[in-house]
């Protein structure tokens, strides 16, 4: 994968080309458009153009880097863009990599963005696919200039000075010049560091033509606009490329970012049988609660700035009850159990801290300012509990309450060992190591021993964190070593109950991970970051490698370990939970990249035809002919039995698991007659208990929208889905026509398996009474 100094320089655009890039107003006292820092990334933000009317331009956008290395050696860099604006304030606007600053290479065009404010449509096409992707986003507006004096979190001053005005392309602008000051520590350094800005601004078209950014940590950045031309630039800059192909359209509410403001309406998704009205009624405790936990943990942590503590709050339950219609409540409730006990052993030990309310600098503003406020919190907590607790017992009265609120408790007891964490690294309570987690779940071993046996799986977790750190230098996560352990003890407990993963399972799941490393790694975008990316992404190539090699080394180490433990057992499927973990980092970041747009959203002929080398495109359509016939059929039937549910991605969740099952075979894990006759049984046993469930055509308050509403329906659907499995069979038939058939349409089974039982868990919370 090509990678340059680029890689850090995702370049002007694609700082703005998500919700930033809708900001629309601007004061009269505005003296310059917005230029937030660059940081310690070495990323060069874009010009930020402004979506208005009336002053349509197009200009050519000049950038210039120049850096020193630490050996001297200096580098000079350099790229353009175009963008231009139209009368109605539709924006054009482009993402081109850096070249050397001698050379006479065009600099590649990454991407080419069109937005147009009457429709909130941003129309992104990519030259490397020759496709091009549609993004719905609802408007936002600009953040305010940060005021000038100490920062917030007192690691900076600001100044900002006048620079008069001056005139550039016969247009007057005004210019500025902005110094900030870091502190001592605010990065690690140990000395005060001198960032400076020269800005100047155009007041008639509402953007800076001129940029100028030095930084001693990444070097000077000038951006400057060019052959700016005034008046209307032409329908062609705003039309799609000539052989591109427009990929489905995707949804940004940049308010959901916020929080749901009101639970009723979050909640109603999730909920058929109940007016509005009814469910308002029904939650009014629930909000009460909030309001009163969120005054709590105000007075509580008077620094935390944090104004979306209510919607997070109300998301969290929303996803509490979407668990609960599709879990077991007595697996639930046992879970509950062990997760409250951990929840208040941490309670007290950190209400026990000996410097509880002896504030430190780093600590984070979410800690507790007293043993007295964190009291009052965590009761304010247990209320909101509570009232969350009654209200499902409304909805399901024949259902054992002893798992509700589950993810509630769970993400309180993440709260509490973050402010534990906080405790530890004060020197107030005592770091934990992997010792202490095992002990109680190996015998045989003197402490000496189990020491001596951990060492080379404490260091390798040590250079595994470390990896992870120079990987995702902006993640704040102060559990990930701990929460690394605990992936690990909880493998040692699961060994000693005999639950040991099969070799192949193990294979199957390492085979899917190593599958997602690669698709990040090629991604063409891995680390051009863009607003909106998580904390949790890395930021190079290099990066991801290094920590990737790193957690290879830890499993090493831990098979090793474990092979001491047990040595009896097939150690090939030791390390299970580690790559469950792994997996799931990665899965992570592959899902970053979809959202960016570096992988597009793809048809089933898209998704499979880069599987099948074998077949024309044309050959590829006539023999999915059948199966998309029978998807759409399905798909249909899906929609009549469930008529509440607005899941639009049903039918692309079914393509992606086909996808997934065509690959699996291309790698030769092809599932045998047996597995697939055990999968089918296992299907047909949940489904018959569903069918004979004496309640499945009652609806009730409190079904998901996915539950059906008549025997009649579930069986016309489960017929479609038979019909949609042979012909799937049929074509992996055709395309592995050497290969064992009778496996074939074991995972489209185990999906559906699981759609059953989410089903027959429907009916469990309803209290209808069945034999299964």
Known sequence: MKRSFSSLLPIALLTFACAALIGQT????????????????????GIFIPLIPGQPFHARIAVQVTRQLPDGTMVAQKYYTLAARDETGRTYREARDIVPADSDKEPPLIRSIVYNPKTNLVTSCYPERRTCQNVNLQSSTNPPDEPVGP???????LTRESLGTKTMDGLDVQGTRETTTYRPGAFGNDKPVVVTK???????????????????????????????KLGEPGAEWFAMPDGYRLMAQRVVNNAAMMGPTELAPLLQKNIAGMSADELATAVAPVEAAIGAYVKAHTAASPSDRNDVIAGQMRSRLSSDLQMMQQQNRMSQAAMLQQSDAQLNQLYKQVLASPCLAKTSPGDPPT?????????????????????????????????????????????????????????????????ETMEPLLEKAVVGMTPEQLTAALKPVDAALNAYVKAHADAVPNERNNNFA?????????????????????RDMLDQNL??????????????????????????????????????????????????????????????????QMVAMRSNDLRQMQNVERNRGCVPEESMEALLERQIPGMTPEQLSAALKPVNAALNAYAKAHAASSPNDRDQNFAQMTEQVMANDLRNLEQNQIPTQDQFEEADLHLNQ??????????????????????????????????????????????????????????????????????????????????????D
């Open 367 to 431: 800690m507790p300012s007293s043993e007295a406020t964190l009291r009052a919190e965590q009761d304010a907590w247990v209320a909101v509990r509570d009232a969350w607790a009654a209200f499902l017992a409304k909805l399901y009265p024949n259902s054992d309450s002893g798992g509700f609120g589950f993810m509630l408790t769970s993400e309180r007891t993440s709260d509490l060992r973050r402010m534990q964490n906080v405790e530890r690294n004060r020197g107030c309570l005592p770091i």
């Open 151 to 157: 920062s917030s979190d007192g690691k900076s001053v």
């Open 686 to 771: 949940a489904y018959r208990v569903v069918v004979a469930s004496p309640c499945v055509s009652e609806p009730m308050p409190g079904d998901p929208p996915n539950a059906p509403t008549s025997e009649a329906n579930l069986r016309a659907e489960q017929r479609a889905w038979v019909q949609l499995r042979d012909a799937w069979t049929a074509f992996l038939a055709t395309v592995f026509p050497n290969a064992p058939h009778k496996g074939f349409g074991a995972m489209l089974t185990d999906m559906r398996t699981g759609q059953i039982r989410q089903m027959q868990n429907v009916e469990r919370n309803r209290g209808c009474k069945f034999d």
């Open 198 to 228: 020269e800005i100047w601004y155009s007041p008639l078209l509402q953007f800076n033509l001129s940029t100028t950014r030095i930084d001693p940590r990444n070097g000077t950045q000038k951006l400057e606009v060019a052959d700016l």
């Open 511 to 576: 085979s899917q991970m190593n599958l997602m490393y690669g698709q990040v790694l090629a991604s063409p975008c891995l680390a051009k970051t863009a607003p909106g990316d998580p904390p949790t992404m890395p930021v190079s190539e290099a990066a991801l490698r290094d920590e990737q090699k790193a957690w290879v080394a830890l499993k090493d180490a831990w098979t090793a370990f474990m092979t001491q433990l047990y040595p009896h057992s097939d150690k090939n499927g030791f390390g299970f």
């Open 482 to 502: 701990q929460i690394a352990e605990q992936n690990l003890a909880n493998e040692v407990r699961t060994m000693g109950r005999n639950q040991i993963m099969s």
């Open 26 to 45: 601007t004061s009269a006292s505005v003296t310059h458009a917005p230029d937030p820092d660059s940081g310690m990334v070495g990323h060069v933000d």
